[in-house]
């Protein structure tokens, strides 16, 4: 479930809110996504994945976590890697390896 946007990251892009399914997100007064509608968020990660600042988190859990959580908590999300780091994994933005390029799967007996 979408947890985090951090504001001081965001650049105003809408690619979270123009990719989200389920419109969870508002744009508030300022320009910057506002959490709107946490309960239709459905965990994709898409707002994380197209996020170009990884100033998004998505909590891999389905439903919301307490307020002091740990996944709440920015400076532990930006300490640990969390913040933005679905958008990481898969490789994307510059100087980023694909993650399919490196992804360890099953063999394929052929």
């Given at each position: 479930?979408?947890?985090?946007?951090?504001?001081?990251?965001c650049?105003?892009?809408?690619?979270?809110?123009?990719?989200?399914?389920?419109?969870?997100?508002?744009?508030?007064?300022?320009?910057?996504?506002?959490?709107?509608?946490?309960?239709?968020?459905?965990?994709?990660?898409?707002?994380?994945?197209y996020?170009?600042?990884?100033?998004?988190?998505?909590?891999?859990l389905?439903?919301?976590?307490?307020?002091?959580?740990?996944?709440?908590?920015?400076?532990?999300?930006?300490?640990?890697?969390?913040?933005?780091?679905?958008?990481?994994?898969?490789?994307?933005?510059?100087?980023?390896?694909?993650?399919?390029?490196?992804?360890?799967?099953?063999?394929?007996?052929?």
């Amino acid at each position: 479930m979408i947890e985090v946007i951090e504001r001081s990251r965001c650049i105003s892009c809408d690619l979270c809110i123009e990719v989200c399914p389920t419109r969870v997100f508002d744009r508030d007064d300022d320009g910057i996504p506002v959490i709107a509608r946490p309960d239709s968020c459905q965990t994709c990660f898409q707002c994380e994945a197209y996020c170009p600042t990884d100033a998004l988190f998505v909590s891999p859990l389905v439903a919301a976590v307490p307020s002091d959580s740990r996944f709440r908590d920015i400076e532990e999300l930006t300490t640990t890697g969390l913040l933005g780091g679905y958008r990481r994994e898969l490789g994307w933005g510059h100087g980023r390896t694909l993650g399919a390029r490196t992804a360890i799967g099953p063999e394929f007996g052929g």
